[in-house]
């Protein structure tokens, strides 16, 4: 069993930063691929980013290219989404979720574990 607790949402003007956090526990965060989803009021679930569980590979939505970086701390067991020049239509609950198997996957639901999201809002 892996738990998922995001951290970091609020609320910032357009143009702005913030960087969540997702914090696990239990067994083996090392092993897992984590992505980063999101969801906006009336939309589909969509990923935003993932990493493989060695931290060396990863895909990032074309909505997001160049502005969103994801990246792990093993050592602490959290891994984190920087997100540079935030948009209005970046608004959404974003949630952290892991997968136990090799590789990236983009499916959320091929992923075993979620978190209970955190909000971000962007203001224009």
């Known amino acids: 069993q892996v738990q998922l607790v995001e951290s970091g949402g609020g609320l910032v003007q357009a143009g702005g930063s913030l960087r969540l956090s997702c914090a696990a526990s239990?067994?083996?965060?090392?092993?897992?691929?984590m992505g980063w989803f999101r969801q906006a009021p009336g939309k589909e679930r969509e990923l935003v980013a993932t990493?493989?569980?060695?931290?060396?590979?990863?895909y990032y939505a074309d909505s997001v290219q160049g502005r969103f970086t994801i990246s792990r701390d093993n050592a602490k067991n959290t891994v984190y989404l920087q997100m540079n020049s935030l948009k209005p239509e970046d608004t959404a609950v974003y949630c952290c979720a892991a997968y136990s198997g090799p590789g990236l996957v983009i499916k959320p639901s091929r992923y075993d574990y979620w978190g209970q999201g955190t909000q971000v809002t962007v203001s224009s």
């Open positions: 239990g067994r083996s965060f090392s092993n897992y691929a």
């Open positions: 990493m493989d569980w060695s931290g060396r590979n990863t």
